[in-house]
């Protein structure tokens, strides 16, 4: 193992805080102890892009990777990247750029709002078109009215006069709706971006498996303020274009009617200008990147405060706090700094470049109008259509900061956008190396054993652990070869040392870890009125053959971490949580209101698969508080409506409590309970599992302490793997309730 400090922007570059130049890597795969200022990895060489070539420049190391198909989130497979180490990252090129741009821009314009989102375009270009139309005609009222000043002539000073400000009054509207037309626009696709990124961030569970595997950074930055930049700017820039098109075409013809070679010093003073700008701004792409990166890490880290106040206060961590933060600020900060010196000597250029142009055309065409060839006026409008003209080729030097900005906002969601993809098109793949997870109807199961004549008893399983070997997302073994079923009250405690592999095991049947092998089967009862959600082809594949795996919860089945999860929210939404939303977007005709704005979504996409349950009554909430005991908080807290910081307000132990009160609200056939009430008191823990068993609910138990042999009648015990040997680590036992009894009574 090679310890180097490493700092990861995933997935392609990799920027190496110390040189690493060691030629032994040359053509050899690592396993990587890889740590950051703020993250640790353990990348295995089946993990971590292979590192195929590293050569020195000077002070910089360059290094070469190859990403295989087990590489976290290649690109592309078996593409050849190039990431700098100790300096800046070069590895996004204009076509990456250009197909992640594409990639992310072109779904809304296809999507279901693309109707909407096509007229309001046509719309915005059309009052363009209008506003570049008005200003070719202030063009030429400006060369009348400065003719008719140099002449003299007080008449049609006047006149000229009266026309241009009868066409401020009719033309300045124009401009100023362009710009509302854009802007809600660009509101309106940001809103559809949203729920898209949402929707697709929070199905399969693709949240946790960014956030456990560190696989990009700040996902939600780059959702919030990614994606509003990204549509904001998409739009001015394509009218910039557009505008500059229309503009160049206008006014070209003015300039050359006017003196030809005035256009040729255009032509070479606007391109000289790009090639030097491009070259003075090149390094600001990679710094708008990584300024974007180190901000919200910053901002991450101030969160983080807020959200563990106490356990900081607790430790009196406040000084290392403030040195963690910072440095994440220290990092922005010194990044920032590079930014703008690398921004200030692009103005230099380009302020340069942008007075001399107020000169330029006047000293070309002066001499004509000395010898009396053009009149005064047209001084004026040369240099008016010379300003017009050169700002369009010009885009690039005018717009360079914005342009290194917005590519690297591009490059965030691009890659973002990737990682998404990979992971629903993966979550898609039946891969035979994973654990097979299904969820099996049993109004199914039952009608093919009555017709097979297969035992009834079936009927009563709600879960089969076939031959499972399971394995962190890194590919440690932690259980070995496991088979087991449970029936209805059949209920198991699972107990092991620290470490074992219990709570990776109740990760493995919820399907956030699949790294292993073997099959799990749940038997979830659907009922009679489940239907299948509209655009979900699961359940309607599930009834025609009910053994297919699919990715997603069944209402059949609940799960209680140890630390019960507080919505932000009123208790009342605590209570409904997970299972229903407080909140009900209005529908019409089940579908999608027409003309609403794009972020409404159909809440069938987000629900559960399986029974459907009515929504509990306000009696029934209050009820099921009591039930385990925790009426008190109502008084304390006014009604269900109030609004608290739960986490905060409630103590763990009432935290727990508060998430078997969901439980007991949502009814499930079978819980899996992962040290669910650890920071209960033993009557409390007693009472709370004689309610959910006679709520009929199976449970399953992760647990350490002895009095939990009360409650169940087997005990799965797991120990560490031997990885010498690869044999089984697990036995079953039935519950000898005298055990306890003994173990109580000495
Ligand atoms: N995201 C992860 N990536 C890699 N390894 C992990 C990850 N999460 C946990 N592990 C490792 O998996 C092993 C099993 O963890 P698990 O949480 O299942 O233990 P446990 O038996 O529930 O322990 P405890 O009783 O202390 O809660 C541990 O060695 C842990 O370090």
């Not at 209005?586 to 159909?602: A, C, Y």
């Not at 807290?637 to 905060?648: G, K, P, V």
Request: hydrophobic share 40%.
């Amino acid at each position: 193992m090679m310890m180097i400090t490493i700092e990861v922007i995933q997935p392609k570059a990799l920027t190496f805080s110390t040189s690493t130049s060691n030629a032994k890597t040359k053509h050899q795969r690592y396993s990587l102890h890889v740590q950051s200022q703020y993250h640790q990895w353990h990348l295995p060489s089946s993990n971590f892009p292979s590192i195929t070539m590293i050569r020195s420049r000077g002070r910089r190391t360059i290094v070469t990777c190859s990403f295989s198909s087990s590489s976290p989130s290649p690109p592309n497979e078996e593409e050849e990247e190039e990431v700098v180490v100790d300096g800046e990252r070069v590895n996004t090129n204009v076509k990456t750029l250009f197909r992640r741009f594409w990639k992310v821009a072109a779904p809304y314009w296809f999507s279901d709002d693309k109707a909407q989102a096509r007229l309001r375009l046509g719309a915005v270009f059309a009052l363009t078109l209008a506003t570049t139309g008005i200003s070719v005609a202030f063009n030429f009222l400006g060369r009348d009215f400065y003719n008719a000043l140099a002449n003299k002539d007080q008449q049609q000073f006047t006149k000229q006069l009266i026309f241009y400000l009868g066409g401020f009054a009719g033309g300045i509207p124009f401009f100023v709706l362009r710009d509302y037309a854009r802007e809600t626009l660009a509101l309106r696709w940001r809103s559809w971006m949203t729920t898209y990124y949402m929707e697709r961030y929070l199905k399969d569970q693709t949240f946790y498996k960014i956030q456990s595997q560190s696989i990009i950074d700040n996902p939600d930055q780059r959702i919030v303020d990614d994606l509003s930049s990204f549509t904001g700017t998409a739009l001015s820039f394509s009218l910039t274009l557009f505008n500059a098109a229309v503009d160049l075409i206008s006014f070209s013809n003015i300039l050359y009617g006017i003196y030809p070679p005035l256009f040729a010093v255009l032509l070479v003073y606007s391109l000289g200008g790009t090639a030097i700008s491009v070259f003075l701004g090149k390094g600001l792409v990679a710094l708008n990147f990584l300024q974007e990166k180190k901000e919200a890490d910053f901002r991450y880290g101030l969160v983080r405060v807020r959200e563990n106040a106490e356990s900081i206060s607790f430790y009196g961590g406040e000084e290392n706090e403030m040195q963690l933060l910072l440095q994440r600020f220290r990092s922005a900060f010194e990044n920032l700094t590079k930014l703008l010196i690398s921004s200030r000597n692009l103005e230099f250029f380009t302020n340069g470049y942008r007075y001399l142009i107020q000169i330029l055309p006047a000293a070309v065409v002066a001499p004509m109008y000395f010898s009396g060839k053009i009149e005064f006026g047209v001084i004026n409008q040369s240099v008016s259509a010379f300003n017009h003209i050169l700002g369009d080729f010009s885009l690039i030097i005018y717009q360079f900061q914005a342009i290194s900005a917005f590519s690297a906002v591009i490059d965030r969601l691009g890659e973002f956008d990737d990682i998404l993809d990979s992971s629903s098109s993966k979550s898609l793949a039946d891969s035979s190396e994973e654990i097979c997870l299904m969820y099996c109807s049993t109004k199914s199961v039952a009608r093919l054993e009555f017709n097979a004549s297969i035992p009834l008893d079936r009927c009563r399983k709600l879960l089969d652990i076939e031959n499972l070997t399971l394995q962190t997302p890194n590919k440690a073994t932690l259980i070995q070869d496991l088979s087991l079923v449970i029936n209805r009250n059949d209920h198991l405690l699972i107990m092991g040392p620290s470490g074992s592999g219990k709570t990776s095991l109740l990760r493995a049947l919820a399907g956030l870890w699949s790294t292993g092998s073997g099959k799990i089967t749940f038997y979830v009862n659907d009922g009679d009125d489940a239907q299948p959600p509209p655009s979900s082809n699961v359940a309607s594949e599930m009834t025609a053959s009910p053994e297919r795996p699919i990715r997603r919860h069944s209402g059949s089945i609940f799960f209680l971490p140890q630390r019960p999860y507080m919505v932000l929210g009123t208790l009342r939404q605590q209570l409904l949580y997970p299972t229903w939303a407080e909140i009900e977007i209005p529908m019409k005709n089940g579908n999608k209101q027409s003309g609403s704005p794009p972020f409404l979504m159909q809440k069938s996409n987000l629900e559960y698969v399986g029974k459907k349950l009515t929504k509990p009554t306000t009696d029934d909430l209050v009820q099921v508080l009591e039930d385990v005991r925790l009426g008190y908080i109502l008084s304390r807290f006014r009604n269900l409506e109030s609004l608290q910081e739960w986490s905060s307000v409630l103590s763990l132990g009432e935290q727990q409590r508060l998430a078997f009160a969901r439980l007991l609200l949502s009814k499930p056939t079978l819980v899996l309970l992962d040290e669910a009430t650890s920071a209960l008191d033993e009557a409390n823990e007693v009472h709370l599992y004689q309610k959910i068993k006679a709520a009929g609910i199976t449970y399953i138990s992760v647990g350490h302490r002895r009095t939990l042999y009360n409650y169940h009648s087997r005990i799965l015990h797991v120990t560490s793997v031997d990885s010498v040997n690869d044999q089984q680590n697990w036995h079953i036992e039935a519950v000898i309730r005298d055990v306890f009894n003994l173990s109580k009574s000495s």
